[in-house]
């Protein structure tokens, strides 16, 4: 396949400009990211495997934001402001709607899990637009975040049976176990 992928509106650099849209996408995305976790490090007391993972993830991401940042400036380009307030809104939204629940250690385990998942999509797309548009020199720093992205998910998926464990004794033993 080749970068002049075309589309219904015949723009001959197809690949290159969703590629560049994609990258501000993923921005925002890691801007929600940092967001998330910090609501939740602000709350944490009684899961110290989870702060511990949370405070590495966090240091990646900040990373990783910085490497976009050098892949859209590559191109003369910047992050999207409008979507890095939205994703961090909703970043913050999202922390909060979990911190009503009884078990709000579980739900913010959950929703990471699944973001982390969603991330890791993210980036594979993003390699083969990289690909695409002929960027094979952002393919490295991509990968590096895609790898991440693939160790936090596969911690939070290892740490999933314990946690439940962890919370479980908690709540028996009349403790506080939500958070």
């Known amino acids: 396949m080749s970068a002049s992928l075309q589309t219904s509106s015949g723009s001959p650099n197809a690949a290159l400009e969703i590629y560049i849209e994609g990258l501000k996408n993923a921005h925002a995305l890691e801007k929600q990211a940092t ?19 949370l405070r590495r993830h966090l240091g990646e991401t900040e990373q990783q934001i910085a490497r976009l940042d050098e892949m859209l400036a590559s191109f003369g380009e910047e992050h999207s402001t409008l979507k890095d307030l939205a994703t961090s809104l909703t970043g913050n939204l999202a922390a909060l709607g979990h911190t009503v629940m009884g078990d709000e250690i579980l739900k913010n385990h959950f929703a990471n899990h699944a973001f982390e998942n969603f991330e890791i999509a993210s980036y594979m797309s993003l390699i083969t637009l990289a690909e695409l548009s002929q960027r094979g020199g952002h ?41």
């Open 35 to 53: 967001q998330l976790i910090n609501r939740q490090l602000e709350r944490l007391e009684n899961y110290p495997q989870v702060e511990q993972l």
């Open 139 to 179: 393919v490295a720093a991509l990968k590096t975040t895609l790898e991440e992205e693939r160790r936090t998910a596969q911690a939070l998926h290892d740490m999933t049976g314990e946690l439940t464990r962890m919370y479980v004794s908690r709540t028996a033993a009349g403790a506080k176990a939500d958070r």
